[in-house]
């Protein structure tokens, strides 16, 4: 189910008032039946797959706390491999039979026709999570299957995150949460910033981008495809925090607490701060259980520097089967090992620590994500190295193009003025408040004008040709 | 309490603000598309009853003079020509249009082999018929294809997610005092097309045949209209207007599309007045573009239509 959806809006409040009415040791039971409603929406059978690595993972949990010290990986590698496994039968399987088969001038092996279930790379994560910090000795094994189920299965952040840790979320479907109007609102006020960034941003720009990366033969310009990459960088955050946003909202509805995942990282001056405030949730996984167990920092410098480029592989990767995705990843592990040679070896001095030197870091930082985008949003290779020669060349052989697309699709030049309008209100709302967007919650008047505001600007400003999530494709 | 009352208040003003902001949104367009608003509450509210109803696409709406028209048959004709208009478009308007009028003593049907075509949008311009929900017969054919009719009849902000911001812009420059392109002048639904004439270097190398798509659906409409205008008594004459050098014909699909309408006319027994043969397909200096006649073209093509629907059927003053 989209979050942008007619049945969302029938499905939430339900849902919600059926929470509060129920005794607390039903509301398991309710929250775990509506999340699977909302995961069948999709394909409804792929709620099989979710059911086999919850049944695997519950009993991973219980056999690793029960077994001796010694005698506790097997089981975490069983479950590793359960979720692994899944996530390389639907996602990776079809790239690397592709490129063996490439590499063998033939079609060696067959190619598997499925759709990737949705949300597989978010929850099989979150189910590695617990798994890991029960062995780890972090964290008891929920040994209420229906809680435990829940836990993996919370509609709020089912699909696309936030990608929950079990010490933070386990406890509270054991928490019997009572209705409280302030925080029930900051949740509405939350969910509503969510739909604005995603309904009348996300969804207005991007017809522009898919317009210049779906034909870059006819929009090869540099201002073109400078216009694309720099809308889709918009659309992107735009898109992404909206689902946590709303994630996190209606989840704050209930009463329930989930982590944030985006903390303004277009206000950064460095790559390695970027990373610390863009998918909070997936980044800190990575650097919990994948770069620390390579041994961080606590190595050579020249080891740290491969951890953390190979850590970026891994992320990219995650991302898609796809070589761009790879190349992206990769990409970001070079911004960042440049920057941590740089913390190294160049001590004492900092330029950068002026105006101009914050304003250069500025810029540099977004434009380091912003190249790294190109290789995100091209289905190829070919196609992002085409559109990063464009750019960095200024490739004038065809003429700017004002209006873009056709039909449906066009977007013109209203659209322009209005999407930079929306942008520059966008960024300049989240700059002055805070990431939960609570700052005019004590200021009465103000945020009824504020609500109003917003709820009027989705209304009659947005975009509702249900256009599903990025995120929801990993 | 307090929280409802919040709550309430928001939601309150907002759609308070959205209505204003839609009415306003509507106010601008109707002075930008003076033609073709006049044209919708033309057919589809209480207005003008007229003789003879010239249905189709653009290529009615630019190529149907109803002076020429009035002028050979001695009838009052409209031209309801429908930019882009499908064959689900045309049965809505059709429909509209015998809700609140008589039945005419003709209607001249142009069937045109991109409104086939139920791959894009069935209807074109959805925004223009939101103002006439009250008609019965719209508001019911309009809801076979989009559910969400019942919500833009009864709360008008939510007809402003059918607009996008280029629809938006023309509000704008609505207040601005600027007024829809249509070329030339216009009169009882026609308009003028003054574009230059085209090249004669132009060969059939398959220009438009990505749009030229055989449908059931859209033929389905078609059988739709005929049996509208049996039951409703409305003589019918089916026409296929010209192309320069019968381009769209020679697509992989334009001859089933043809063969199609010609085969439903034989099984209703309506006149089918095909122009694709006629000599003006091959005169560069009659079409503005493959598929419209330029104003002497249509001049030309309305002198013809007017003489062949005056000697086929007996009409009666």
Redesign the interface.
Same mark, same amino acid.
């Given at each position: 189910m989209l979050f942008n959806s007619i049945e969302f809006l029938i499905f939430f409040p339900i849902v919600t008032l059926l929470f509060y009415l129920l005794p607390h040791k039903f509301r398991w039971f309710h929250l775990l039946v509506a999340s699977c409603i909302f995961y069948m929406f999709f394909i409804p059978v792929y709620i099989l797959i979710l059911f086999f690595t919850i049944i695997i993972d519950y009993f991973a949990g219980i056999l690793i706390a029960n077994a001796p010290p010694s005698r506790r990986k097997p089981y975490l590698i069983m479950s590793l491999v359960a979720n692994i496994g899944v996530l390389a039968v639907f996602k990776y399987y079809n790239f690397f039979i592709g490129n063996f088969n490439m590499l063998a001038h033939g079609d060696m092996l067959p190619m598997l026709n499925i759709i990737l279930p949705i949300g597989l790379s978010f929850h099989t994560f979150q189910a590695m999570s617990y798994t890991i910090e029960v062995y780890r000795g972090n964290q008891q094994p929920e040994r209420h299957f229906g809680i435990y189920a829940l836990y993996v299965m919370f509609y709020p952040q089912l699909v696309a995150g936030p990608i929950e840790r079990p010490q933070n979320l386990l406890p509270q479907f054991h928490f019997k949460h009572e209705f409280k109007a302030e925080g029930f609102f900051d949740g509405l006020r939350l969910m509503l910033w969510g739909f604005f960034k995603k309904v009348v941003v996300a969804d207005r720009i991007v017809l522009y981008a898919d317009a210049i990366y779906g034909h870059p033969g006819d929009y090869s310009n540099w201002l073109n495809c400078t216009l694309a990459t720099f809308f889709f960088t918009i659309q992107i955050y735009c898109d992404f925090s909206a689902y946590s946003d709303i994630a996190i909202g209606a989840a704050r509805c209930m009463g329930f607490e989930l982590m944030t995942n985006f903390k303004r990282p277009y206000f950064t001056f460095n790559i390695n701060e970027y990373w610390s405030k863009w998918h909070i949730s997936l980044s800190t996984w990575f650097k919990d259980y994948l770069y620390i167990p390579l041994g961080g920092s606590r190595v050579s410098k020249v080891r740290k520097y491969f951890n953390q480029g190979f850590v970026f592989l891994v992320s990219g990767f995650w991302h898609g089967a796809n070589w761009t995705y790879i190349l992206w990843g990769g990409m970001h592990g070079t911004f960042n090992i440049i920057y941590q040679i740089k913390k190294d070896f160049v001590k004492g001095w900092d330029p950068f620590n002026t105006v101009i030197g914050k304003i250069f870091s500025w810029i540099l930082t977004f434009g380091c994500v912003f190249f790294a985008f190109i290789f995100f949003r091209a289905k190829s290779i070919h196609e992002a190295w085409q559109i990063l020669t464009n750019i960095v060349t200024l490739k004038n052989a065809q003429p700017f193009k004002l209006i873009v697309g056709e039909g449906a699709g066009m977007f013109s030049v209203s659209s322009m003025i209005f999407s930079f309008a929306l942008i520059a209100f966008m960024f300049i709302t989240e700059y002055f408040f805070s990431t939960d967007m609570t700052t005019l919650k004590n200021k009465k008047f103000r945020d009824l004008a504020f609500c109003t505001l917003i709820l009027t600007l989705i209304i009659s400003f947005g975009v509702f040709q249900h256009n599903s999530f990025i995120y929801f494709q990993f | 309490m =307090? &929280?409802i009352i =919040?709550?309430t /208040?928001?939601?309150l !003003? /907002? !759609?308070l &603000? @959205?209505n204003g902001?839609?009415f306003l949104i509507e106010k601008g367009r109707q002075k930008y598309f003076y033609h073709t608003y006049g044209q919708f509450d033309e057919l589809l509210s209480n207005k003008t009853n007229h003789d003879i109803i010239m249905l189709g696409s653009s290529r009615t709406h630019l190529h149907d003079n109803p002076r020429i028209i009035d002028s050979i048959t001695g009838m009052d004709s409209y031209n309801a020509g429908i930019e882009g208009g499908s064959m689900m478009e045309l049965n809505v308007v059709l429909n509209g249009y015998l809700e609140v009028h008589p039945a005419p003593k003709l209607l001249v049907l142009e069937v045109s082999m991109l409104s086939f075509n139920m791959d =894009?949008?069935e209807v074109s311009n959805p925004t223009f018929y939101l103002n006439h929900l009250d008609n019965k017969a719209v508001y019911t054919t309009l809801n076979e294809s989009w559910k969400n009719s019942f919500f833009f009849k009864w709360l008008p902000? !939510?007809r &402003? @997610?059918q607009f $996008? $911001?280029?629809n =938006? /812009?023309y509000a &704008?420059k609505g207040y601005k005092g600027e007024k829809e392109a249509l070329h030339g002048g216009t009169y009882k639904g026609y308009a003028e097309n003054t574009t230059d004439q085209m090249s004669d270097t132009v060969t059939s190398n398959g220009i438009g045949c990505q749009w030229v798509k055989y449908s059931e659906k859209g033929h389905k409409f078609l059988e739709k209209i005929f049996a509208t205008c049996k039951a409703a008594n409305v003589p019918v004459v089916t026409v296929y207007a010209p192309e320069y050098k019968q381009l769209n014909f020679h697509c992989p699909e334009g001859k089933r599309v043809i063969d199609n309408i010609d085969s439903l006319c034989k099984k209703n027994n309506i006149p089918f007045l095909n122009y694709l043969d006629n000599p003006i397909c091959e005169d560069h200096t009659m079409f503005a573009n493959i598929g419209h006649l330029n104003r002497a073209g249509a001049d030309k093509f309305s002198l013809i239509l007017a003489n062949d629907i005056k000697h086929l059927l007996p009409l009666k003053k």
């Open positions: - | =307090k &929280l =919040k709550i /208040s928001i939601v !003003f /907002s !759609f &603000l @959205s902001i839609y =894009k949008n902000l !939510f &402003l @997610s $996008d $911001d280029i =938006k /812009s &704008l």
